[in-house]
């Protein structure tokens, strides 16, 4: 069974920074993609970022571009979320999530993913 363990939210002024990671276990994950969604209060849940595990093929909102990176550490089954220069409206419960990668064009939809992960909290202060 597949799990999702992410870890590393907090709360942090604007301009900071934040690292997520998500810790995945239950299979191999070489034909998957894994991707970062966030919730804030009162709004749907909204794609963040994606990375597609074989081969690293990385994909952001617009609104996320520049300032968040995705990465993968195959060795460790961990997918990270370095968040820089945060926002106010950057707050939100933060998911990742995993699906059986069809078409890359699935990565930033919601449905497409499989299993998720418990979410983490990030708080930016003005």
């Known amino acids: 069974q597949v799990q999702l363990v992410e870890s590393g939210g907090g709360l942090v002024q604007a301009g900071g920074s934040l690292r997520l990671s998500c810790a995945a276990s239950?299979?191999?994950?070489?034909?998957?993609?894994m991707g970062w969604f966030r919730q804030a209060p009162g709004k749907e849940r909204e794609f963040v970022a994606a990375i597609v595990w074989s081969g690293g093929s990385t994909y952001y909102a617009d609104s996320v571009k520049g300032r968040f990176t995705i990465s993968r550490d195959n060795a460790k089954n961990t997918v990270y979320l370095q968040m820089n220069s945060l926002k106010p409206e950057d707050t939100a419960v933060y998911y990742c999530?995993?699906?059986?990668?069809?078409?890359?064009?699935?990565?930033?939809?919601?449905?497409?993913?499989?299993?998720w992960g418990q979410g983490t909290q990030v708080t930016v202060s003005s």
């Open positions: 239950g299979r191999t994950f070489s034909n998957y993609a």
């Open positions: 999530a995993v699906q059986k990668l069809v078409f890359t064009s699935w990565v930033g939809k919601e449905g497409a993913y499989d299993y």
